[in-house]
């Protein structure tokens, strides 16, 4: 069982639809939930992060966690063309350190 | 405030020679994460080091080194290359090594091995 797990997709919704982005991950004792933006040939970019069960809301973008369940979720809202790209859900595992476990990552296409 | 900055951007070696990659954090910022990415892989982390010392490893053989200065920069050395190890080679910086400190990546270093 990989530690961190995301549909490869690709995931296409129509411009001004939500998105959704799902990540579940292995180790229960994980603490911290990250995800970055990854344009094709490009580094990955910081969206957001999340440490508590909940919801967390940045502009038109929404993390939820579930600990329980392990997985964490982003939602896109009104997405935009300029949307489209891979995402990818990091997982900080506890007694790691600072050492990230990435999902292989969700490609986003959102159609004009 | 300048971000992550990383050289060489691009690299064409052939196989059995070795490679340097050169990292820039952040300003302020002191510990530096080493990824691998590969299409097949994904993002997978290579080591990281705090104030000069390797705090954690990931799985990648002996071949993988690195090393960190004391102004925080840091360089990863591949010796030996084979062809599995083309790559996109990306250095995160975060302010410290402790757990749910955020990551910033540099721009990369994209290795091609003949």
């Known amino acids: 069982q990989k530690e961190v797990e995301q549909n490869s997709g690709p995931l296409s919704v129509p411009e001004g639809a939500i998105a959704s982005l799902n990540c579940t991950y292995s180790?229960?004792?994980?603490?911290?939930f990250f995800w970055y933006r990854q344009y094709s040939g490009k580094s990955p970019e910081l969206i957001m992060f999340?440490?508590?069960?909940g919801d967390k809301e940045d502009g038109r973008f929404t993390a939820q966690l579930n600990k329980a369940s392990q997985y964490v979720s982003l939602l896109i809202r009104d997405s935009q063309p300029s949307d489209s790209a891979t995402y990818l859900c990091?997982?900080?595992?506890?007694?790691?350190?600072?050492?990230?476990?990435f999902g292989t990552g969700t490609s986003l296409t959102v159609i004009p | 405030k300048a971000g992550v900055t990383q050289t060489p951007r691009y690299l064409i070696k052939t196989r059995g020679q070795q490679v340097t990659l050169s990292c820039s954090p952040i300003?302020?910022?002191?510990?530096v994460s080493w990824y691998q990415q590969t299409p097949g892989q994904g993002l997978q982390f290579l080591f990281e080091?705090?104030?000069?010392?390797?705090?954690n490893k990931g799985n990648f053989p002996g071949r993988f080194s690195g090393r960190q200065f004391s102004n925080s920069r840091s360089e990863m050395n591949v010796s030996t290359l084979e062809l599995g190890d083309s790559a996109l080679y990306l250095c995160?910086?975060?302010?410290?090594?402790?757990?749910?400190?955020?990551?910033?990546f540099g721009p990369g270093t994209r290795l091609l091995v003949l």
């Open positions: 995160a910086s975060s302010k410290s090594s402790a757990a749910q400190e955020t990551q910033y």
């Open positions: 180790d229960r004792g994980s603490q911290s």
């Open positions: 999340i440490y508590s069960n």
């Open positions: 990091a997982v900080n595992r506890p007694n790691t350190g600072n050492q990230f476990y």
């Open positions: 300003s302020g910022h002191r510990s």
């Open positions: 080091y705090f104030s000069e010392t390797q705090r």
